[in-house]
């Protein structure tokens, strides 16, 4: 079992940064794959981008490509996004995702979630 909390999120202005982190408790932490997915009321869930169990190979949505950068400490559980040249239309809540092994696009095959946190983007 893997629990996962999101902090960091806030109200920043158009260009702005801010930096997400995912703290995980549990075992193992060291062989999932992690991804952050964003969502906002009446929207799909999209995925912004994922990493694999070892850090060393990330990916990103074409949308945010550029602009946020996924790492991960594994010594600390953690995993981070951050986020620059923040746009309006970021504006969502971000959740942080796991499951073991290998990074996938698809939220659905995520097995563990965090509650999420607000991002919102003044203009």
């Known amino acids: 079992q893997v629990q996962l909390v999101e902090s960091g999120g806030g109200l920043v202005q158009t260009g702005g940064s801010l930096r997400l982190s995912c703290a995980a408790s549990?075992?193992?932490?060291?062989?999932?794959?992690m991804a952050w997915f964003r969502q906002a009321p009446g929207k799909e869930r999209e995925f912004v981008a994922g990493?694999?169990?070892?850090?060393?190979?990330?990916y990103y949505a074409d949308f945010v490509k550029g602009r946020f950068t996924i790492s991960r400490d594994n010594a600390k559980n953690t995993v981070y996004l951050q986020m620059n040249s923040l746009k309006p239309e970021d504006t969502d809540v971000y959740y942080c995702?796991?499951?073991?092994?290998?990074?996938?696009?698809?939220?659905?095959?995520?097995?563990?979630w965090g509650q999420g946190t607000q991002v919102t983007i003044s203009s």
């Open positions: 549990g075992r193992s932490f060291s062989t999932y794959a």
């Open positions: 995702a796991a499951r073991p092994l290998n990074m996938e696009w698809s939220g659905n095959v995520y097995h563990y």
């Open positions: 990493i694999n169990w070892s850090g060393t190979s990330t």
